[in-house]
């Protein structure tokens, strides 16, 4: 029996990071494999990622970093693909790389250089990449999928959806995994943003405007989670790591503490201030530990 061009073994909806990575593998594996994505290039998330330089793996990363109602999920997939297994690829293809912090690899000159390595993966594997091309229906058949797309119907045995999250709409995402998902009735919990800056009200907006621009270390925590990171000030609120983190414990209404001096024990600093140098200040002390411009604001 012929079989139909049409009828790939794996179909992966979407060309994103994770989409890429299923493609080689089940490629490798000798797999006919079918990538697409409605966006115009694959992968346009990894060129932004880690402000253009992409930083791809955290070599202490555990599955305690992730959040998830189900933690053996993270356990089992980080002990069957390492954060070393990921280097060693980047490695492989001769990727400069720098760690930013203890065990934060960054690439030493662009995210582009990650998405080429998944790319050329993806070809040496055999994988096809479609782009341009939207999915419009998945209906499931006696030995696979049936796909409705933009360019024609297509067939499978087995289907990835890698569509991604919600964030980022100009970049090509969409909702359609979240559809796809509660279409073959599987339970859908509520979305909402997570690893994200904080934008804050006009007035607390302008009060910091002269800070923006000013990274420190803090220690931020939200519900008894503490992130002791650098905090970035931007022209539209906080940002920088600790805000990231502790921002997916946030939650409309809850408070975040900020703690600017987190190597200070501030309470036994002055204590011995008082005791021993009655004179200083407040703002001397803070002159001591904040950053300039920092200090200059609690100052006035
Ligand atoms: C500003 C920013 C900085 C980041 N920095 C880092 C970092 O430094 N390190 C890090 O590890 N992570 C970082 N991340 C997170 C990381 O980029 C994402 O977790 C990762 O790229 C997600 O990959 P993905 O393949 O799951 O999804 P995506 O990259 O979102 O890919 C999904 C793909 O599916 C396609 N798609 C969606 N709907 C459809 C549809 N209906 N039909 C066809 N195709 C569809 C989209 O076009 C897209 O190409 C950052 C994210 C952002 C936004």
Redesign the pocket.
């Known amino acids: 029996m012929a079989v139909s061009s049409s009828h790939y073994d794996v179909i992966i ?9 299923c493609a080689a593998t089940a490629g490798y594996r000798g797999r006919k494999v079918l990538v ?4 115009n ?6 060129l ?4 253009g ?6 070599l202490n990363s555990t599955p305690a970093n992730f959040l998830s109602d189900n933690p053996h999920y993270c356990i089992s997939a980080l002990k069957r693909y390492t954060p070393q297994d990921f280097l060693e690829l980047v490695e492989r293809h001769g990727v400069e790389h720098e760690e930013k912090a203890p065990g934060q690899l ?1 690439c030493q000159n662009s ?1 582009k250089d990650i998405l080429n390595v998944l790319l050329t993966e993806c070809e040496w594997a055999g994988a096809e990449i479609r782009m341009a ?4 229906q998945v209906q499931p058949t006696e030995t696979g999928y049936k796909l409705q ?1 933009s360019s024609g119907a297509l067939s499978c045995e087995s289907l990835i959806v ?4 919600l ?2 709409p100009t ?7 979240y559809e796809l998902a509660k279409q073959f009735g599987l339970s859908v919990l509520p979305t909402r943003a997570g ?1 994200v800056p904080f934008t804050l009200h006009p007035e607390l907006k302008q009060q910091l405007s002269p800070l923006s621009g000013i990274s420190c270390p803090v220690e931020a925590h939200c519900h008894n989670h503490h992130f002791k990171e650098p905090m970035l000030v931007t022209h539209r609120g906080l940002s920088g790591p600790s805000m990231l983190q502790v921002s997916s414990y946030w939650q409309a209404g809850d408070e975040v503490h900020i703690n600017l001096l987190p190597a200070q024990n501030i309470q036994d600093d002055l204590f011995t201030l008082r005791k021993h140098k009655p004179q200083s200040t407040i703002a001397q002390y803070l002159n001591q530990h904040l950053s300039k411009r920092f200090a200059q604001a609690f100052n006035e």
Request: with cysteine; glycine share 22%; aromatic share 6%.
């Open positions: 909806i979407g060309a994103g990071a994770a989409g890429l990575m697409v994505d409605h966006a290039k694959p992968g346009k998330k990894i932004m990622s880690g402000g330089r992409c930083n791809f793996t955290n960054f995210a091309t939207s999915v419009t797309t890698a569509c991604g999250g964030s980022i970049m090509g995402a969409t909702g359609f995994g690893l």
